[in-house]
């Protein structure tokens, strides 16, 4: 298995600009979500899925989009990138939603917006 | 309100010896889960430990310990026999019920000498 894997793994955008992080899982995982990483902050929840065709709103979703037409992909998109979105993201996965259950992570993308 | 405390930034831990990183956390749900992450310089996160908050026992993985202090809301990681190869970003987090949602903590940057 690949696990969970993400592209691009860098990324230099200028404000303004749109774009896709991808996300896809091998693991037949039901669960899907995104988060961002920021220096001093951990991790924060950005969108998550509990399925193909559910997808549902975290803790900072605004100027994010997701959906999940299968099982195994999950991108978000960037509708009109801003330097407040420079950061890392990482996708993540699990099998349920049990609350014992841990959540994979992919290897995370760095992204800059000029 | 900041759901989970790491108050040790950084932290200095000789090769071999065991070192303790701190984690508070807040929550009124009786039902919760509390887990720690490791992340390396290559960035990946790396699942070590989880405790939920019905388990009788501590949680024990291989060199990793969690003592879990309930009554005082704290989860402290204990690395035993420290290696060169623990030298890491560690984060907790907690779940809370049946909210899919990782609330992280700042993280604590350990380095390990030889």
């Known amino acids: 298995n690949a696990g969970v894997t993400q592209t691009p793994k860098f990324q230099v955008l200028k404000t303004g600009q749109s774009m896709t992080l991808q996300c896809a899982q091998d693991m037949n995982h039901e669960y899907m979500s995104w988060y961002r990483q920021d220096p001093g902050m951990g991790l924060r929840l950005i969108h998550y899925?509990?399925?193909?065709?559910?997808?549902d709103q975290g803790e900072v979703p605004n100027g994010y989009n997701v959906s999940r037409s299968t099982t195994e992909d999950f991108p978000l998109r960037l509708l009109s990138a801003a330097p407040s979105q420079t950061s890392v993201y990482f996708c993540a996965s699990s099998y349920s939603g049990r609350l014992q259950e841990t959540q994979y992570f992919g290897p995370g993308t760095r992204l800059l917006v000029l | 309100a900041q759901k989970i405390t790491q108050t040790q930034p950084g932290m200095f831990v000789q090769e071999k010896e065991a070192v303790t990183l701190d984690c508070t956390y807040d929550t009124s749900d009786p039902s919760y889960g509390l887990f720690w992450y490791k992340q390396p310089s290559s960035g990946e996160m790396i699942f070590l430990i989880y405790?939920?908050?019905?388990?009788?026992q501590n949680a024990t993985e291989g060199r990793y310990s969690l003592n879990f202090q309930k009554a005082r809301k704290s989860a402290n990681l204990v690395i035993s026999a420290s290696q060169l190869g623990d030298s890491a970003m560690y984060f907790c987090?907690?779940?809370?019920?049946?909210?899919?949602?990782?609330?992280f903590g700042a993280g604590t940057t350990v380095t390990v000498r030889a």
């Open positions: 899925s509990v399925g193909a065709g559910i997808t």
């Open positions: 987090a907690m779940r809370e019920g049946g909210n899919y949602k990782l609330s």
């Open positions: 405790q939920g908050s019905y388990d009788q």
